[in-house]
């Protein structure tokens, strides 16, 4: 997910598809740990994902804060 998706987000959609990909990221680690993925790369992806959308809600929280 790109940078512009994440900004056309709601803040509610935003919270939601955080707990939606932190959940998944979970998984993938557990059956990785289980047995080994296909491409081992998709839990960087997301893992940068996760932190795209909670690096998008935490400025959001902020400049909210400020006014």
Partial sequence: ???KEVREL????????IEA???SLAMKK???SISPLDNPMQIRQQRRT???LK????QRLQ???KH
């Fill in 1 to 3: 997910m790109k940078i």
């Fill in 10 to 17: 709601s803040t509610k959609e935003l919270e939601e598809r």
């Fill in 21 to 23: 990909e932190v959940s």
């Fill in 30 to 32: 557990i059956n990785h």
């Fill in 50 to 52: 996760v932190a795209r």
């Fill in 55 to 58: 690096m998008e809600l935490s």
């Fill in 63 to 65: 400049i909210s804060r």
